[in-house]
């Protein structure tokens, strides 16, 4: 993904990232945007890299892709875990998600 297909507010680029001891398992965050989230076989929901590969590590985040970022913050909005955090990556500020100032 390139870094003009990334989504940013103002113009920064964004990346979001699970918090998979929060992560209830419902599938919400992958049935709003697929092409980000995804239920691994041990039931909680994952971010994607670039190769559609799961990112397992724990705070592992992937960038916002400007087409998805409504489907992504609708994502972290409805999230019944609120586990789903949106940052900027210029400073690590989360502007959408549970921690969002």
């Not at 397992?56 to 789903?84: F, H, M, N, Q």
């Amino acid at each position: 993904m390139s870094v003009q297909q990334e989504a940013g507010v103002d113009g920064e680029a964004l990346e979001v990232w699970i918090d998979q001891d929060l992560c209830t398992g419902d599938g919400i965050c992958a049935q709003y945007a697929p092409e980000v989230f995804e239920l691994d076989i041990d039931g909680l929901a994952y971010v994607k890299g670039g190769d559609d590969e799961l990112l397992r590590s724990p705070g592992a985040a992937t960038p916002v892709p400007l087409p998805l970022l409504t489907d992504v913050v609708d994502s972290a909005k409805e999230c019944p875990g609120e586990c789903i955090h949106v940052r900027r990556v210029s400073d690590r500020a989360e502007v959408y998600g549970p921690d969002a100032e």
